[in-house]
């Protein structure tokens, strides 16, 4: 608590001058607490303010309004200042009345005397001290609940809020209000039942929730335990915390591990594989060499050497796709850029008879990125929608660019067969894959050349309807 002041301000309210002489002589006489008096009339109470008094002495004369009307007027205007109600010993139900209606304390005029007055200061200044305290506490308690970067909420057993904070409302609040998302958001998430109903198993819940927002995928922790306020008395307390950028890094953080793992094991096998591989190669041409006039065994030297040539390429492409790509960043025209990659797909789309719909949102863009590494990304995402499309009747793909504050969107989508939600979370795994034939490592590469640019690819997908990649590039 803060230390008592060595000197009080005491406000008179009345309309009767004789009576600030009276108190004047009262306060001198008791010595403790110190304190100044200042009257003022019941017309000027616009000074009050100026003052900062601890306690407000309101007298029972006053013209226009009475003792009663007045205490109104003051808690109203003044709420955390002690009211002390001077009044007639005949108007005891006045004085009852006012204590209801809150007021600090009463005296009787004619109990005025020393001691009764003093231990009636007192009171008040430890009611005004207090309040002081609280509102103090209460400053702090709202700054910490208005600042903080967690929705806050307070509910009824049955879910009706009683407050929130500033992120509550703006994580809940669109054409419907806040109460009715969040009741949408429980039965969504949380229990088909109340809160209560939920908290009714154990004190407390915490779940980790995934929720689409937009097109985008939200992920949220959810706190809500029971409060007890007083014996009869309980509410729900809650905390709603956005963690979705936690939870996307340590995603990129266990996929990076996995490539780090996937690249070493790439190494050894590729070692592995090439030793003996030279040793084929080496012989064949050793045969080739002895048996060069025998045609008949040339051809299968031939075979040989054709396929050694192969399994090298292959290794070297799984060798490539599995590592950092280096990254030759330069300024580009990003219509021309796309228009380039266009014409690359042109006999595809013919092909398929797809349609392709290219839409960039500003001209001119100019960005910094590798065209060649780029291009083999996006490419090989275009395959793959093309792939995806080989029995829709009307395939269509939707290439759309645009800035977004200081980073490049490019979101590319088609109305393909999709996929499930195992194959979206192994998309970017190495040896992944759900095509016949095919090696798993298309969109490793894909992955690690967007990595490489610092960028950030994610996909959504949802089976016979479609997918879509959205990458996104910052300024390098």
């Not at 100026?50 to 007027?73: A, Q, T, Y």
């Not at 139900?93 to 009636?120: E, H, I």
């Not at 998430?189 to 209560?196: F, H, P, Q, V």
Request: charged share 30%; glycine share 4%; aromatic share 8%.
């Amino acid at each position: 608590m803060a230390e008592a002041p060595s000197s009080y301000c005491f406000i008179l309210i009345s309309d009767q001058s004789s009576l600030a002489d009276e108190m004047a002589e009262l306060l001198k006489e008791i010595g403790y607490p110190k304190g100044t008096l200042v009257p003022i009339t019941s017309t000027q109470l616009d000074l009050i303010s100026k003052h900062h008094p601890e306690i407000l002495i309101i007298d029972d004369r006053l013209s226009g309004m009475n003792n009663l009307e007045m205490l109104e007027v003051t808690i109203e205007r003044f709420p955390n200042v002690a009211k002390l109600m001077l009044t007639r010993q005949s108007d005891r139900k006045v004085a009852v009345d006012a204590m209801k209606r809150g007021a600090t304390d009463y005296v009787f005029k004619r109990d005025l005397n020393g001691d009764f007055f003093k231990r009636t200061l007192l009171h008040c200044i430890e009611y005004s001290e207090h309040q002081e305290l609280l509102q103090r506490r209460n400053a702090i308690i709202d700054a910490l609940f208005d600042e903080a970067e967690e929705a806050i909420f307070l509910a009824e057993p049955d879910g009706s809020l009683v407050l929130f904070n500033q992120v509550f409302a703006g994580l809940f609040k669109n054409k419907d209000s806040e109460e009715e998302n969040f009741n949408r958001f429980i039965k969504q998430y949380l229990t088909e039942g109340s809160l209560n109903d939920l908290l009714d198993q154990k004190g407390s819940y915490s779940i980790v929730i995934k929720s689409k927002e937009e097109e985008v995928t939200k992920h949220y922790r959810v706190n809500i335990k029971r409060i007890r306020l007083n014996d009869h008395f309980e509410r729900i307390l809650g905390m709603i915390s956005d963690i979705t950028s936690q939870v996307m890094a340590e995603q990129e953080h266990m996929k990076g591990e996995k490539l780090e793992l996937t690249a070493r094991m790439a190494q050894i096998l590729a070692h592995e594989v090439r030793n003996p591989l030279t040793n084929i190669r080496l012989s064949a041409d050793y045969l080739e060499d002895e048996l060069y006039d025998n045609e008949e065994y040339k051809a299968y030297t031939e075979i040989i050497d054709r396929n050694v040539k192969r399994i090298d390429s292959l290794i070297g492409h799984m060798l490539r796709s599995v590592k950092p790509f280096e990254i030759n960043p330069k300024r580009e025209d990003v219509e021309m850029f796309f228009k380039n990659v266009l014409e690359q797909i042109n006999d595809r789309k013919e092909l398929l008879n797809a349609t392709v719909n290219f839409t960039i949102h500003s001209k001119s863009i100019q960005w910094v990125f590798d065209s060649e590494k780029l291009e083999l990304a996006l490419l090989n995402l275009l395959s793959n929608s093309f792939e995806a499309m080989m029995n829709v009747e009307k395939p269509v793909i939707l290439i759309d660019i645009r800035k977004q504050k200081d980073e490049l969107l490019i979101q590319i989508e088609d109305n393909g067969n999709g996929m499930n939600q195992e194959t979206v979370d192994k998309l970017f795994d190495a040896f992944y894959t759900g095509r016949k034939g095919g090696m798993g490592l298309g969109m490793t590469m894909v992955k690690n050349i967007v990595d490489g640019h610092n960028g950030s690819i994610t996909v959504e997908s949802e089976e016979d309807k479609g997918s879509k990649f959205m990458i996104l590039l910052p300024k390098l």
